[in-house]
């Protein structure tokens, strides 16, 4: 197929070859994208609501916890001076 055009770098070449060489010259690396690369990363969010809002949850979850185990308390320390 002749070319008509005035980039000679498909001159004899075949329609296929020519196809297939414009599909691998524009084709895009999907692994190498902004989008696929922030995947795999962390983002820091440095914004004040969302730090105050974050030690809230840590400390709400914490309390929780906390609680959990206090309420044991009372009865461990009755376990132990029972059997020692």
């Given at each position: 197929?002749?070319?008509?055009?005035?980039?000679?770098?498909?001159?004899?070449?075949?329609?296929?070859?020519?196809?297939?060489?414009?599909?691998?010259?524009m084709?895009?690396?999907?692994?190498?994208?902004?989008?696929?690369?922030?995947?795999?990363?962390?983002?820091?969010?440095?914004r004040?609501?969302?730090?105050i809002?974050?030690?809230?949850?840590?400390?709400?979850?914490g309390?929780?916890?906390?609680l959990?185990?206090?309420?044991?308390?009372?009865?461990?320390?009755?376990?132990?001076?029972?059997?020692?």
């Amino acid at each position: 197929m002749p070319c008509i055009c005035y980039n000679k770098t498909f001159t004899g070449l075949t329609e296929e070859q020519i196809i297939a060489q414009l599909i691998q010259n524009m084709s895009i690396d999907t692994r190498n994208t902004s989008m696929a690369l922030n995947k795999l990363r962390c983002r820091q969010d440095d914004r004040p609501f969302c730090v105050i809002t974050g030690y809230i949850t840590i400390g709400v979850i914490g309390g929780m916890f906390l609680l959990l185990v206090l309420s044991d308390v009372p009865r461990l320390i009755h376990d132990f001076r029972f059997y020692f």
